[in-house]
């Protein structure tokens, strides 16, 4: 019968992980030495090499990135058991890492931030602002407990549970040629006019296929070409009277009346519109969380956000 210890495949995801074993080893909070013994014994336990320690830097072999994937469903296994404790004694309490793409950090996070925290003062919420390929490859590596996404994604063993429909709105200096319109259509916009975020942000796809219907020439030729990852940067752009450039409606929900006024546009129905979601795996643990954070996004946005126009169309976007 093999012999084999939780901290034993705790050590090997963690080399894996940190594709080295002294990072590995601080990471666990213990000696190097006493980390590679312990990986040491479970290979000869097994019979088999987990890692191909010539290699920088560290790779795991071929078998033992199947003997890794089982150890992290293990261990998940084994936090769910704690998890399950917590959630009888009603408890919300330990780290929980949330993933959220920059298109919605500034303008979402600080709706719910205080009122989440206050309320769950035991619960170490800690926010890391990414692109969404990278939320989907951490959540499924077990490096985030959730994600704040752009959805449909559809991806196989992660859930989405949609939170509200954001719609879009477009933002141009009063010197634009839509200014002298009330509110425009699709038709209206041409990509050749429009600042788009740089290569990766759902956003910039979602902005090229609502476009393609109206390309005057091919986008490559554009005279200035400036692609941000922060729709701050491109809103100062067009207050220099360069273009326009799309914003999802929480980037205005600060915005004075005054502003909203001048430089917004809304869109006829169908109004172009996002859906945003809470992610997770479907091994997820930290039920809980997950729950109470749901709940508490929902109660912060504007009432009129959480159902989808009546004539809507929902941007969709493909997988990254």
Same mark, same amino acid.
């Given at each position: 019968?093999?012999?084999?210890?939780?901290?034993?495949?705790?050590?090997?995801?963690?080399?894996?992980?940190?594709?080295?074993?002294?990072?590995?080893?601080?990471?666990?909070? *213990?000696?190097?030495?006493?980390?590679?013994?312990? !990986? %040491? /014994? #479970?290979? &000869?336990?097994?019979?088999?090499?987990?890692?191909?320690?010539?290699?920088?830097?560290?790779?795991?072999?071929?078998?033992?990135?199947?003997?890794?994937?089982?150890?992290?469903?293990?261990?998940?296994?084994?936090?769910?058991?704690?998890?399950?404790?917590?959630?009888?004694?009603?408890?919300?309490?330990?780290?929980?890492?949330?993933?959220?793409?920059?298109?919605?950090?500034?303008?979402?996070?600080?709706?719910?931030?205080?009122?989440?925290?206050?309320?769950?003062?035991?619960?170490?919420?800690? *926010?890391?602002?990414?692109?969404?390929?990278?939320? !989907? %490859? /951490? #959540?499924? &590596?077990?490096?985030?407990?959730?994600?704040?996404?752009?959805?449909?994604?559809?991806?196989?063993?992660?859930?989405?549970?949609?939170?509200?429909?954001?719609?879009?709105?477009?933002?141009?200096?009063?010197?634009?040629?839509?200014?002298?319109?009330?509110?425009?259509?699709?038709?209206?916009?041409?990509?050749?006019?429009?600042?788009?975020?740089?290569?990766?942000?759902?956003?910039?796809?979602?902005?090229?296929?609502?476009?393609?219907?109206?390309?005057?020439?091919?986008?490559?030729?554009?005279? *200035?070409?400036?692609?941000?990852?922060?729709?701050?940067?491109? /809103?100062?752009?067009?207050?220099?009277?360069?273009?326009?450039?799309?914003?999802?409606?929480?980037?205005?929900?600060?915005?004075?009346?005054?502003?909203?006024?001048?430089?917004?546009?809304?869109?006829?129905?169908?109004?172009?519109?996002?859906?945003?979601?809470?992610?997770?795996?479907?091994?997820?643990?930290?039920?809980?969380?997950?729950?109470?954070?749901?709940?508490?996004?929902?109660?912060?946005?504007?009432?009129?956000?959480?159902?989808?126009?009546?004539?809507?169309?929902?941007?969709?976007?493909?997988?990254?």
């Amino acid at each position: 019968m093999l012999s084999i210890s939780l901290i034993q495949l705790s050590y090997i995801t963690a080399v894996h992980k940190a594709k080295n074993f002294g990072l590995a080893a601080k990471s666990c909070f *213990v000696t190097q030495p006493t980390l590679s013994m312990q !990986i %040491q /014994k #479970l290979e &000869e336990e097994l019979g088999v090499l987990i890692f191909d320690r010539s290699k920088k830097p560290v790779q795991a072999t071929t078998i033992g990135k199947k003997i890794i994937a089982q150890a992290q469903l293990i261990l998940q296994e084994v936090s769910r058991v704690d998890e399950l404790i917590k959630a009888e004694k009603g408890e919300l309490t330990g780290e929980f890492r949330l993933g959220t793409i920059p298109t919605l950090a500034p303008y979402l996070i600080p709706l719910f931030i205080q009122s989440f925290s206050q309320k769950y003062p035991k619960v170490q919420l800690i *926010v890391e602002e990414l692109q969404t390929a990278q939320i !989907i %490859q /951490k #959540l499924k &590596e077990d490096n985030l407990d959730a994600g704040l996404l752009i959805t449909p994604l559809n991806f196989k063993g992660i859930i989405e549970k949609v939170l509200f429909y954001e719609p879009f709105v477009v933002y141009i200096s009063e010197n634009h040629e839509l200014h002298k319109l009330g509110k425009i259509t699709e038709n209206d916009l041409d990509l050749n006019d429009v600042w788009l975020l740089s290569e990766g942000h759902c956003l910039r796809n979602q902005i090229i296929r609502l476009c393609e219907k109206k390309v005057a020439n091919d986008i490559r030729r554009k005279k *200035v070409r400036f692609e941000s990852g922060n729709l701050e940067t491109l /809103k100062k752009l067009v207050d220099q009277n360069l273009g326009s450039t799309l914003l999802p409606h929480l980037a205005i929900n600060q915005m004075p009346k005054e502003e909203i006024k001048a430089k917004i546009k809304f869109f006829k129905d169908p109004i172009p519109t996002r859906e945003v979601s809470l992610v997770y795996s479907r091994s997820f643990l930290k039920k809980g969380i997950i729950e109470a954070l749901e709940t508490e996004i929902c109660a912060s946005i504007p009432k009129k956000l959480k159902k989808p126009p009546l004539k809507t169309n929902i941007i969709k976007i493909s997988n990254p």
